[in-house]
T-cell receptor, first 115, second 112 residues
Framework: GAGVSQTPSNKVTEKGKYVELRCDPI?????LYWYRQSLGQGPEFLIY????????DSGLPNDRFFAVRPEGSVSTLKIQRTERGDSAMYLC?????????????FGPGTRLTVT | GDSVTQMEGPVTLSEEAFLTINCTYT??????LFWYVQYPGEGLQLLLK?????DKGSNKGFEATYRKETTSFHLEKGSVQVSDSAVYFC???????????FGKGTRLSVIA
């Protein structure tokens, strides 16, 4: 079946602009995660949704970052007033809910470059 | 907070060599442990996992054993292939449905 998809695959924007990154999780997965991966580093957690609500947004670096999941499926990560330090690969993952649902399935990522 | 430390790369091996990538963790309670792999140009894929002490995860010839006494989850493969060239990430989470904490990754290059 279809995996996690993310669009766009690449995004180049100018400093100060607003960007939106989209994630389509695997159908039926109620948990959705956003991570950010800088060059040479492991992914770092940003925010996690269980259904429509953000269960944990402690990883968002500041209030320029915001994410929504209005219908409990597709999610959008929004970055305002982008800075060069926001350049990174943004990864989305989804998983089933439930006590045995440990595996997170990752999308291919969106590479964001802020010039 | 929870953290994962894995050996720094890059690691370069000849085909059929033995591979070990060390991973240790710090966590409260009893986390689940994972190895993810990122092949060139592809997304992260789960390689193997272990959810309790002394469990051994295995897949594609790779193995890792959850060692609570040494807080380790070292990745091993007896005979690597060129196709194993990738970046390997050790990770943990404290409970089902919670975010993963990743190590920095170890790049493996296998030469023929």
């Amino acid at each position: 079946g279809a995996g996690v998809s993310q669009t766009p695959s690449n995004k180049v924007t100018e400093k100060g602009k607003y960007v939106e990154l989209r994630c389509d999780p695997i159908s039926g997965h109620t948990a959705l995660y956003w991570y950010r991966q800088s060059l040479g580093q492991g992914p770092e957690f940003l925010i996690y949704f269980q259904g429509t609500g953000a269960a944990d947004d402690s990883g968002l670096p500041n209030d320029r970052f915001f994410a929504v999941r209005p219908e409990g499926s597709v999610s959008t990560l929004k970055i305002q007033r982008t800075e060069r330090g926001d350049s990174a690969m943004y990864l989305c993952a989804s998983s089933l809910a439930g006590p045995s649902s440990y595996e997170q399935y990752f999308g291919p990522g969106t590479r964001l470059t802020v010039t | 907070g929870d953290s994962v430390t894995q050996m720094e790369g890059p690691v370069t091996l000849s085909e059929e060599a033995f591979l070990t990538i060390n991973c240790t963790y710090t966590a409260t309670g009893y986390p689940s442990l994972f190895w993810y792999v990122q092949y060139p140009g592809e997304g992260l894929q789960l390689l193997l996992k272990a959810t309790k002490a002394d469990d051994k995860g295995s897949n594609k010839g790779f193995e890792a054993t959850y060692r609570k006494e040494t807080t380790s989850f070292h990745l091993e493969k007896g005979s690597v292939q060129v196709s194993d060239s990738a970046v390997y990430f050790c990770a943990l989470n404290g409970a089902s449905g919670t975010p993963l904490v990743f190590g920095k990754g170890t790049r493996l290059s296998v030469i023929a």
